[in-house]
């Protein structure tokens, strides 16, 4: 960990060295975002991973650094920029996979046609749109991870094509292709690709009402897979410094992670036939208060319905996520989050994960 931090050091002075001496003027931005919580688990024989241990000993209540984010931007020209993350939360366990969260080169030819190669988060949702320390709710969704572990959100490694047009009906797009197998691995696992497309329309200015149309087709492990998505989002003001916001979105498509997880006597059918779906509905109140140092506050609750198999093994997950948060400063750079995520199964199924739990959670964070 010295040795990282003391190459940061060289790099921040030979970056500031090279943009005195070279004749091209490059620009390096530095932000950085901590996030650390303290959780508790309603019951004992739950572990915060949402684990039932039929033995009783489980660790119910924690303190963590949830994120120890750096990220490092660099204007190179007028058209390209290089943007590296990292997540130094990450060596708290094995980091293999982890900790380098966004590598990637982009190149601007103009407001339609824009490039980006490098690892990233492809765009195929709402969640998609904003870093997690904005979110309006204590982390992302259950239907997010589980895409994400599929290849289709979260940090993929490939190229995207992205621009927006500008008129009376103002449209966003992203084309991507991508590896599909994660973050930080040495190469692909098989030799598909996840091809993905997100159109995002702006249907109205005032409200700031949006709407995004997400598809994608794969080949993994020589078997066509597909997701699909839409979305809409909007900000409602109530009065002068009342405001709603409000965002839902539901997806669909194949969970070929699980198909090919399990053992092959396991398996009932095709890959096509293992299928997961979900829904989420995120309103958001929030009361602009900027009184000395607090900004806002604001109340939310998340509900989120998700199947993981529903043709096959369904047992269906509903989350609730009740949150107040207070924001101090302007744009989250000092925020305070208390909530409970309530989780519900169809069935509970001892000694797994899917097993109902109330976990609370209290949740710090600075954005430097």
């Known amino acids: 960990m010295i040795t990282f931090i003391t190459c940061l050091g060289f790099f921040n002075s030979y970056a500031q060295e090279a943009v005195k001496t070279d004749s091209v003027k490059v620009k390096i931005t530095m932000k950085g975002l901590f996030q650390s919580r303290y959780s508790f688990s309603t019951h004992k024989d739950i572990d915060l991973n949402g684990l039932h241990h039929t033995d009783g000993k489980a660790i119910y209540n924690d303190f963590d650094i949830k994120r120890a984010r750096l990220q490092f931007a660099s204007k190179i020209s007028d058209r390209t920029d290089v943007v590296l993350l990292l997540n130094l939360a990450d060596f708290k366990s094995d980091p293999k996979n982890k900790v380098l969260e966004n590598a990637y080169i982009t190149y601007r030819l103009n407001q339609y046609i824009n490039l980006k190669m490098g690892q990233f988060r492809p765009a195929f949702g709402l969640e998609d749109m904003y870093p997690v320390d904005v979110i309006k709710s204590m982390d992302y969704s259950n239907q997010y991870t589980a895409f994400g572990n599929n290849g289709w959100q979260s940090f993929q490694i490939g190229a995207s094509l992205y621009g927006a047009i500008k008129s009376e009906l103002p449209v966003k797009y992203e084309i991507s292709v991508v590896n599909g197998n994660n973050r930080n691995q040495v190469m692909d696992n098989?030799?598909?690709?996840?091809?993905?497309?997100?159109?995002?329309?702006?249907?109205?200015?005032?409200?700031?009402?949006?709407?995004?149309?997400?598809?994608?087709?794969?080949?993994?492990?020589?078997?066509?897979?597909?997701?699909?998505?839409?979305?809409?989002?909007?900000?409602?003001?109530?009065?002068?410094?009342?405001?709603?916001?409000?965002?839902?979105?539901?997806?669909?498509?194949?969970?070929?992670?699980?198909?090919?997880?399990?053992?092959?006597?396991?398996?009932?059918?095709?890959?096509?036939?293992?299928?997961?779906?979900?829904?989420?509905?995120?309103?958001?109140?929030?009361?602009?208060?900027?009184?000395?140092?607090?900004?806002?506050?604001?109340?939310?609750?998340?509900?989120?319905?998700?199947?993981?198999?529903?043709?096959?093994?369904?047992?269906?997950?509903?989350?609730?996520?009740?949150?107040?948060?207070?924001?101090?400063?302007?744009?989250?750079?000092?925020?305070?989050?208390?909530?409970?995520?309530?989780?519900?199964?169809?069935?509970?199924?001892?000694?797994?994960?899917?097993?109902?739990?109330?976990?609370?959670?209290?949740?710090?964070?600075?954005?430097?």
């Open 190 to 368: 098989d030799n598909g690709k996840h091809f993905s497309s997100r159109v995002e329309l702006g249907l109205q200015k005032r409200l700031q009402i949006k709407m995004g149309l997400n598809g994608g087709l794969a080949l993994v492990s020589g078997s066509r897979v597909y997701a699909s998505g839409i979305d809409v989002s909007g900000i409602f003001p109530l009065a002068k410094k009342w405001s709603l916001e409000l965002e839902t979105e539901v997806k669909q498509g194949n969970n070929h992670t699980l198909f090919y997880g399990l053992d092959s006597a396991k398996r009932t059918g095709s890959v096509a036939q293992y299928q997961m779906r979900g829904m989420y509905i995120l309103p958001n109140l929030r009361y602009a208060i900027n009184y000395h140092r607090l900004s806002s506050l604001e109340f939310s609750c998340r509900y989120e319905y998700f199947d993981n198999d529903f043709k096959h093994a369904s047992n269906a997950r509903q989350t609730w996520t009740p949150m107040i948060s207070a924001e101090f400063l302007k744009a989250y750079n000092a925020r305070i989050q208390i909530g409970v995520n309530v989780d519900r199964y169809k069935r509970n199924v001892p000694a797994t994960t899917q097993y109902n739990n109330e976990l609370f959670i209290i949740q710090v964070q600075s954005r430097l």
